[in-house]
Structures are given as C-alpha cells and as structure tokens.
C-alpha cells in the first residue's frame, strides 16, 4: 500500500468542505448553519449558528445557539454546553468576556482571538435560553412563566439540535454555567437522565458563583461574616460592622456558620427563622412593591442600618443581605474616592469597563446577526428584564443543593464541580462554602476536611502529593505566576469546590488562563469517583 497517498488522501478527506463529513458533522444537514465569517475577525475555528424552533412551543420561540468544533482533536470527545444565568441573560456574555474563541479588544468592539478559549478543550455550545434571551425570540405575550418550563423547553430543544447534529449524541457533555444557571443546570440535567430515549453522556456539571443551595443560607447568613472579611477592600468603617456583628448574634447566623465549619459536620444545621423571606417556604413578593421607591432606604449610619435590617416592611427580619448592598450602593453615590461599587466584582472601581454595552453594540449590528443567521434580531440585550421579573416572581424552584444534585451525584455518577469568585458579594463564596457542608451525597454529608488545598493557575487539580510542587515553568515571568496559589480547593466522593483568588462573579474575566486549566485539569479530565 501506498502509505504517504493514503495518508494524503485521508487528511484531504477531513478537510474538504465538499464532502459530507467532517468529524461527524452532515454538512448537508446543517450547511445554513454554517459560519462564514465574522465581521472584525479574521479566524475563527469552524462554527454554526442559527435559531431552532421549541418543539411543541408556538411559532416565533426559537433559541439561538452557536456551536464550535473542538480546535483540538484529542478533546474532541467532549461537548462544552454553556449557559449565562440571570435568568434571561445571554450566553454570548461567557462567549466574548473570557471563555469563547474571542473577546473585545479594550473598550472597543474590535475582537482579538482569546488564547484561552475553551474551544481548545471540546465542542462548546453557547446557548440563549429561555426563549426571548439575546438573540432568541419568543411570543407576545411571554410564554415561559416558571422555571418548570424553562427546563422542559430546554430539554426538548437539545434533542431537536442533537438530531441536527447526531455527532454529538456520543460525547461526554459537560453542563457549565454561572449564576442562576446553579438553577438551570441541575435541573435540566435530571431532566435529560429521565429521558430513556435520547440517552446522553451527562457527564459532569460545573455552577460557578451559581445559586444552587438555600436562599438565606446562600446570602443573609454569611453576609455579615463576608463584608468583615473583606472590609478594607469595601471601606466599611468599624461602627457599622459592629452592626452586623450583632444582627449575626441577634438572628442565629453565628451558630449556623460556626456547625458549618466543622470538618466532617456534624449533623444537618438549620437556618435559622426565615430570614428576608429567602427559605424554601418564603412569601412570593411583588417585586414591583419590593424595588418601589419606599423600600429605596439607602442606609447610611449604624442606626440607620440596624433599622433596615430589623425593621424593614420591604426585606423583612434580618436583612443583612439586602441592606448590605443598599449601604454600599448609597455609599458609593455618596463617595469621590470609592464610587461605582458593583456587587459581582468588589474589586471594581469607576476606571473598570463593562463589557454590557459593548456586546450590545457588536451584536445589534445587522452584518453580525446575518453572519450568526440570525437575520432581523433587532437590538440585542445581554440580559433581558422581562424574563428576569417573570421567572424572579414566580414560585421559587426548589434548591438542587436539597435534592436534585445529590441525586445526580449519588444514583446518576454524574461528577459535580462547584467553584466560587472571592471579590463576589451577589454569590458569597462563604455561603456556598456553608450550603456545600450542609449538602449530603453518597452517604456522607459535606466534605470531611476543609477545601483549604493550594491549586496553581496552570494546575487547578493538584494530587495531594504535588499540591506544593507545581509543574516547573521555562521563564521568571511564568515561573513567578505558576508558583503563586490561584486559590484553594477540594474534591471528595465525585464533588470538587475551587475558591479563585482575585476573582468575581464570572470567574473567568479575572482569571482566564486559570479557568482554562480548571476546565482542563477537572471539568473535561477523567475524574476519579
């Protein structure tokens, strides 16, 4: 046999566009779909993007996706799918700010390639969901009322692209997400397990800063605790600290917070009372009272704390959350030296940029949604209010942290990776810390000893031998940043929890050359279980 003709014809077989398949892909099928070009870029890797129609949803409910091949042959066999949370907030926001083949050039709209995209590390879909978000569209009036629906459009709709793109029905599928989607994966997920017909590969979920456990244990409780921890960045004085120092002894969240820091637990612990109405069996409010301008307070003396988080007709008792973030908003209005206080990065001042009105501009361009195939979009919102007051006011999902994600630890084998950003104050790490302890999968409750292993930005999953050894670098530069921790970290019985230092809410923004190795070293490597 002729082996170097062989061998050319092979590789002229792979690449040829003319041809049906290119790893697996039925071009024919899916030729509209394909992505030419994109207007201020020269190379992307190949990609298709479109609108697909909810199967059963009235005409006009469409998501938007945007899937890429994997850049790299050898994590071929993996398929990213990332969801943005909100809820109604657009993927595309994960896609051009850390994560995805390209980001914005400073402030400006002009794309750079993204050297640490995680298109190196699988197949990765991007998708707008629910209906309506980015550059979805859906009826009028909105048709997604609860987050019930929210799952099962969903999980119809991946079938339905799934048979567009058969070729990824084998993949091992790694649910990621941030925020709200500690709500939507999960959910979904145990969705996808339930339906026998359509077996998938769920093979690992990933919820970054995501709301995935109580609602109080989550933000009231460790509110208090985290503002002290983090006071000389947020520049709060001591006379109003010692206000929340005794809202946590007044309302029981130094109790909750001291169980949650023995290693192994010792028992389920209680959140104490019902505190802002955030447990599982809180009132429904009307947000429209909720952000009225009577529940506008804006605390500025220890007196005027304390009456907000006690006596507030708008939060209800012990609201250390909700009057943590109207103090630091109407201090930072108030300031010259600390202003533009931003709740997601507390790091951020007012010379820091958001990367918002730039996707809203680069998006809403008619040559870019006609290169996506989304035609006639209009203007492009990353996140949409509508969906955001719809979902927010109805019945509140169950938390995953009760239920659902020990069940798809425990019955299902499907890995659970938990990471946080330390400058988050929507999210605080130490509330998912606690939440963490408090959950209970394959037999045993919370971790047995505190996540407090180094990890490295170019090791996110040392061994416990080669925690303090990380991989040696060629240059001081590298060398320096490679022996600096990125953060603490640990893993037990399929679930992993990375703190990322120096980081937010989109933990990837920071710090994308250490998310690209967490993806790499714990989302898409064999785990052990």
């Known amino acids: 046999m002729n082996i170097p003709a062989f061998l050319y014809f ?39 993007a479109g609108r697909l129609p909810v199967p059963g949803a009235k005409k006009g409910n469409e998501i938007f996706f945007w899937l890429f091949e994997s850049e790299k042959p050898a994590y071929d066999d993996n398929l990213i799918i990332w969801f943005n949370g909100g809820p109604g907030c657009s993927s595309l926001i994960g896609l051009a700010t850390g994560n995805g083949p390209f980001s914005f050039d400073g402030n400006s709209t002009n ?67 941030e925020s709200y989607a500690g709500i939507y994966i999960p ?25 995935w456990g109580n609602g109080a244990a989550m933000s009231s409780v460790a509110t208090g605790r985290y503002i002290r921890s983090k006071s000389a960045l947020l520049d709060i004085p001591e006379e109003i600290l010692s206000v929340f120092a005794e809202a946590d002894e007044t309302c029981g969240f130094n109790g909750v917070l001291a169980e949650s820091a023995v290693y192994p637990p010792k028992g389920k612990f209680v959140i104490p009372g019902n505190p802002e109405f955030f447990n599982l069996k809180r009132r429904r409010r009307d947000l429209t009272n909720a952000l009225n301008a009577a529940c506008d307070i804006g605390p500025t003396t220890p007196e005027e704390v304390r009456t907000s988080i ?22 930072s209005a108030n300031s010259s030296t600390h202003g533009c206080y931003d709740v997601y990065d507390i790091s951020h001042d ?13 998006f809403s361009r008619a040559d870019v949604q006609a290169a996506l195939h989304a035609p006639n979009s209009g203007p492009y919102s990353a996140c949409n209010s509508t969906i955001l007051g719809t979902l927010l006011a109805a019945e509140s999902p169950v938390p995953p942290a009760y239920f659902i994600l020990p069940n798809l630890v425990t019955e299902h084998n499907i890995s659970l990776h938990l990471f946080s950003g330390e400058w988050d104050m929507l999210i605080n790490h130490l509330g998912s810390e606690l939440s963490l302890q408090n959950m209970t999968w394959r037999g045993a409750q919370g971790f047995s000893k505190p996540p407090n292993q180094l990890f490295y930005a ?20 590298a060398a320096t940043a490679t022996l600096k921790a990125a953060g603490t970290w640990a893993e037990e019985r399929g679930v992993s929890y990375h703190l990322f230092r120096e980081a937010g809410h989109s933990t990837f923004v920071n710090k994308p050359r250490e998310m690209f190795s967490y993806v790499r070293d714990v989302v898409v490597a064999p785990r052990a279980g």
Request: net charge positive.
């Open 10 to 48: 092979f590789n002229l077989l792979w690449a040829s566009p003319s041809v049906v398949l290119s790893r697996g892909v039925n071009r024919h099928n899916v030729a509209q779909f394909k992505v030419n070009s994109l207007p201020g870029i020269s190379s992307l890797p190949t990609s298709w």
């Open 111 to 177: 794309l750079v390639r993204n050297p640490h995209s995680w298109t190196q590390l699988g197949n990765v879909l991007y998708v707008d969901q629910p209906v309506g978000t980015g550059l979805s569209t859906a009826s009028d009036p909105y048709p997604v009322r609860d987050n019930g629906q929210v799952t099962t459009d969903f999980a119809s709709w991946l079938v339905g692209f799934l048979d567009r793109f058969p070729h990824l029905k084998s993949k091992q599928i790694h649910l990621m997400g």
């Open 187 to 211: 959910y979904i997920a145990s969705q996808l397990v339930k339906n026998s017909s359509v077996p998938l590969n769920i093979a690992s979920m990933s919820l970054g800063d995501g709301s």
């Open 310 to 331: 006690f006596n507030s007709t708008c939060y209800g008792p012990c609201a250390t959350f909700s009057t943590a973030m109207d103090y630091m908003t109407t201090k």
């Open 350 to 362: 007012c010379s820091s940029i958001s990367a918002l009105p730039l996707l809203a501009g680069y």
């Open 458 to 477: 170019d090791n996110a999953a040392p061994s416990v031998t080669k925690n303090s050894q990380p991989a040696p670098a060629t240059t001081l530069a």
